[in-house]
């Protein structure tokens, strides 16, 4: 059994008998909120890795690298990590803006496991991905409640960067579909606290539903704001980034009609999930961050690296690409392969009942890959 890795702020060189990985995870802004889950779920994955024997003989070690900082400031801090010999792979959660600066610096170099939902797309050598997209996250799920709840009029809330602008794109097209349409679009600086000239174009825009596309804290605060202002009553709400963390945060009175997609939730009662509950509640206690979707992603995104690098026998990237179309591993969310860089699994529909999320049924994905 290997030792665990050492705490935050230690100073790491190169070593041999190591296996460096960047962890890339918020500990500061708004997606700071579901860090230290995104932490917990990273090292848990990997003292089951090193228990089993490690990576390619080598004990593997995460290094913390601050992704709430700027973009370009990441980017550099893990570009000289790889530089000095101490990282041979990066994973974690970020947003797409340092996905971005980071996957040309550092992708063709060491193999980047990318594991936040994201606008899709993304397909630089070197680059794989445990996440959900549009297309089978977002478009399954705005078709059933159109279906099921006869939303028409849709209205985009998001943060101003890629991921939320692209997706929207793609909202509109999916609205079409269902013959709804987005009735307006608002996009807001990450760290945005007032809601209020937004939720007045939200009401006159007469919508039906709100499409979501907020960061952390700053989906907490525009669903207490939405509360607030009496939108609930006649509004629901759809979001693909909505964890455990961020529900409890908003508070009970602010997730009436709230809906979340995702690829996994803590409230699942499948013997995978149930499982991780118990690797974690041992690991950490029963005080430890609330188990959601975006710090479970760490969890994946660790065993997926360490299954590459395995089936590959290589540190070398282009051999971990010729041979990824073969990988599998299993973990909270099943059994999973890899086909075109991506993750395949299941996409799943919950209610906010409370400060916890009721589960309502598995996403029909076959009709969002015409």
Not at 7 to 19: C, H, I, K, N, R
Not at 138 to 151: G, H, Y
Request: with cysteine; aromatic share 8%.
């Amino acid at each position: 059994m290997f030792r665990h890795d050492p705490p935050l702020g230690e100073w790491f060189t190169a070593d041999a008998s190591v296996l460096g990985v960047a962890l890339v995870f918020p500990l500061q802004g708004p997606a700071g909120i579901f860090g230290p889950t995104c932490e917990l779920c990273a090292r848990l994955a990997a003292e089951r890795i090193n228990g089993a024997g490690g990576v390619l003989g080598r004990e593997l070690r995460l290094i913390p690298v601050d992704g709430g900082a700027p973009p370009r400031q990441i980017a550099d801090h893990v570009e000289a990590l790889v530089d000095l010999g101490v990282v041979q792979g990066v994973t974690g959660w970020h947003i797409s803006s340092v996905r971005q600066a980071l996957a040309p610096r550092i992708a063709h170099r060491v193999p980047y496991v990318y594991t936040a939902l994201y606008e899709g797309g993304e397909n630089t050598a070197g680059v794989f991905l445990t996440s959900e997209t549009p297309r089978d996250q977002l478009r399954p799920a705005m078709a059933l409640l159109a279906r099921e709840r006869r939303v028409r009029r849709w209205f985009v809330v998001g943060n101003d960067y890629v991921w939320p602008r692209r997706t929207a794109r793609a909202a509109q097209s999916y609205a079409r579909e269902t013959g709804g349409t987005v009735a307006g679009e608002v996009y807001l600086p990450l760290g945005t606290h007032d809601f209020e000239p937004t939720l007045r174009r939200v009401e006159r825009s007469d919508a039906d539903a709100v499409l979501m596309l907020l960061v952390g804290s700053d989906a907490v605060r525009f669903n207490r704001a939405f509360a607030e202002y009496g939108l609930h009553a006649r509004c629901l709400r759809l979001s693909t980034l909505m964890d455990e963390n961020m529900l409890m945060a908003s508070g009970p009175s602010a997730t009436t009609d709230l809906y979340s997609t995702a690829g996994f939730f803590a409230s699942l009662a499948n013997q995978d999930t149930l499982d991780f509950h118990g690797q974690y509640a041992r690991r950490y206690g029963v005080e430890a961050p609330a188990l959601g979707s975006l710090g479970e992603s760490c969890y994946e995104g660790v065993l997926l690296l360490a299954a590459l690098l395995k089936r590959a026998g290589t540190l070398d990237v282009g051999a971990i690409g010729a041979a990824a179309g073969t990988v599998s591993y299993e973990g909270p969310r099943g059994l999973l392969r890899l086909r075109g860089g991506h993750v395949r699994q299941r996409i799943y529909l919950a209610r906010a009942d409370g400060c916890d999320f009721d589960v309502l049924t598995e996403l029909d994905l076959h009709g969002s890959r015409s």
